[in-house]
């Protein structure tokens, strides 16, 4: 099983600033098939980025996705105030899928 | 439009049964794959198996063998996921999610099980 670590748990920015989120896998992932996930407090996780750098239907462009191999990055280039949420990383190129512990993006 | 709608809230008690649905629609229902995903209250996300539309085969993720089953009617395009034996653990939300090529690209909204006496 591929263990995904986040870090930070929780980071605290202001309005505007750059957000750099990481993901690290326990292994390769295969096919770089890494998505990204934003949840807002009381609703469902949303789609951002998939093959770990492709953007999803309608997401802004502030959003950008890299990385390969065991180390990916989610950054948010200027905080705006509907990104304050939870960020969850997803491996899907093995089984079993899993999933990261989360970062929560505050102010 | 392309949406799943699930079922409502559930409060159920210890040893009872439940059965929460998923129902597609805006697209063909046997193309893509169905993933269940839980939630516990506060934690993160856990992926718990998935049904393939196309031949109802079910893959059970580590964890959620023996009391959770997967099944569908595609004459309805619905999933269902049914949790026997509840225990106050599997207090969560229970979110079924479409599977692409582009990972998991479209959510239900959620069905929230408690499990009390």
């Known amino acids: 099983e591929i263990v995904l670590t986040q870090s930070p748990g929780t980071l605290s920015l202001s309005l505007g600033e750059r957000a750099t989120l990481s993901c690290r896998a326990s292994?390769?992932?295969?096919?770089?098939?890494l998505a990204w996930y934003q949840q807002r407090p009381g609703q469902a996780p949303r789609l951002l980025i998939y093959d770990a750098s492709s953007r999803a239907t309608g997401i802004p462009d502030r959003f950008s996705g890299s990385g390969s191999g065991t180390d990916f990055t989610l950054t948010i280039s200027r905080l705006e105030p509907e990104d304050l949420a939870v960020y969850y990383c997803?491996?899907?190129?093995?089984?079993?899928?899993?999933f990261g512990g989360g970062t929560k993006v505050e102010t | 439009q392309e949406q799943l709608v699930q079922s409502g809230s559930e409060l159920k008690k210890p040893g009872a049964s439940v059965k929460v649905s998923c129902q597609a629609s805006?697209?063909?229902?046997?193309?893509?794959?169905l993933h269940w995903v839980r939630q516990a209250p506060g934690q993160g996300l856990e992926w718990m198996g998935w049904i393939n539309t196309n031949t109802a085969n079910p893959t059970y993720g580590q964890g959620f063998t023996g009391r959770f089953v997967f099944s569908l009617d595609t004459s309805d395009s619905t999933a269902y996921l049914q949790i026997s034996s509840l225990k106050a653990e599997d207090t969560a939300i229970y979110y079924c999610?479409?599977?692409?090529?582009?990972?998991?690209?479209?959510w239900g909204q959620g069905t929230k099980v408690t499990v009390s006496s």
């Open positions: 997803q491996q899907y190129g093995s089984s079993p899928l899993t």
């Open positions: 805006g697209y063909s229902f046997i193309t893509y794959a």
């Open positions: 292994q390769s992932v295969s096919g770089r098939y």
């Open positions: 999610a479409r599977r692409t090529s582009l990972a998991f690209d479209m």
